[in-house]
């Protein structure tokens, strides 16, 4: 999939303001309409600009938009990267999937799964402020004991001229023991203001986990990918195991092979029912770094001559 370049489809720079915007639209828009453009590809087109303007039109997804595409050019290769529009906060609901059906990949890798929409006009004069979203990263860690961390959320704005900025919405999170990636925190009054008498709304976080050096996590279980030595699979031991609720000794049994799963029930995701922790185990094999390493490999692989790995591959060694 290529990046798409927005401000090069509308003919405007980064910096235009929502009226710049506006105004680029209008123009493009009557320029290929299929109904009275004679460019022979005024269809694609009218279908590209009205791509990029749904996007540089609201400022919550265009704010997204230029963080994302900051390090981009259009026509390069591209695949939006995990959680990237975390730390962002935006208005409740999202784009159905009929809308965004009628844009191409590009947009719908990235506001195709009801992750913002725009906000509503002709409020009345007294009225509840709407519900907002963010996504927010946490450590693995905090799951396993609870925290309690600062976060700040950006708010993209745009101004009686239309030029765009962000605010920052700073406050202290409570994030529960045995929370999972995916699930939702909602904040009572967080969300936007609301008009005269009304009441704020709410926020919603939803809670993913940051990546993480060691582990991997599926729904409550946790894995860990376990270096060992060739003598502890084949022979048995007891190793030191990192966990996210800390260190424990765990038995490799002897004649362990690559790829092997060891189970420590409930040592994952705490929970009614916790999530179990997963040692997969990894043959890790000494460096031949030096004459006395290279002779021992060469005695090993005496020892065992009868020995071909490649066997289940119908090949003789």
Not at 2 to 20: C, N, P, W
Not at 29 to 40: G, I, L, N, T, W
Not at 108 to 117: D, P, Q, V, Y
Request: proline share 7%; glycine share 12%.
């Amino acid at each position: 999939m290529e990046f798409k370049d927005y401000y090069q489809i509308m003919g405007v720079a980064r910096h235009a303001t929502q009226d710049e915007i506006k105004r680029a639209y209008r123009q493009l828009a009557r320029k290929y309409h299929p109904d009275v453009s004679k460019e022979p590809d005024a269809e694609a087109r009218f279908k590209e600009v009205g791509e990029a303007y749904e996007v540089l039109k609201d400022p919550e997804k265009r704010t997204a938009y230029d963080q994302l595409g900051a390090n981009w050019k259009a026509g390069q290769e591209f695949r939006p990267p995990p959680d990237w529009n975390a730390g962002f906060e935006f208005s409740g609901g999202g784009m159905s999937g009929e809308d965004a059906a009628n844009f191409r990949d590009f947009f719908e890798s990235l506001f195709g799964r009801g992750a913002f929409t725009g906000r509503t006009s002709g409020a009345p004069l007294h009225a509840q402020g709407g519900d907002r979203h963010a996504k927010v990263l946490i450590d693995l860690e905090d799951a396993y004991t609870g925290a309690t961390r600062p976060i700040t959320l950006q708010v993209p704005e745009a101004d009686a001229q239309g030029r765009l900025s962000t605010r920052e919405h700073r406050l202290n999170v409570t994030f529960p023991r045995g929370i999972r990636a995916g699930q939702h925190l909602r904040l009572p009054g967080q969300g936007a203001p609301g008009r005269g008498n009304g009441r704020s709304g709410d926020l919603y976080l939803e809670v993913e986990f940051r990546p993480h050096a060691y582990y991997r996590v599926e729904e409550r279980d946790v894995y860990l990918d376990l270096p060992v030595a060739p003598w502890e699979a084949a022979l048995g031991a007891a190793v030191k195991v990192p966990t996210p609720g800390g260190v424990v000794e765990l038995k490799i049994p002897a004649g362990s092979a690559g790829g092997s799963k060891l189970r420590l029930r409930g040592r994952g995701i705490p929970g009614s029912t916790p999530g179990d922790f997963f040692a997969v185990l990894q043959i890790a094999l000494p460096p031949a770094d030096g004459d006395a390493a290279k002779a021992a490999y060469r005695n090993f692989g005496d020892q065992f001559k009868a020995f071909n790995p490649r066997a289940r591959l119908g090949v003789s060694a």
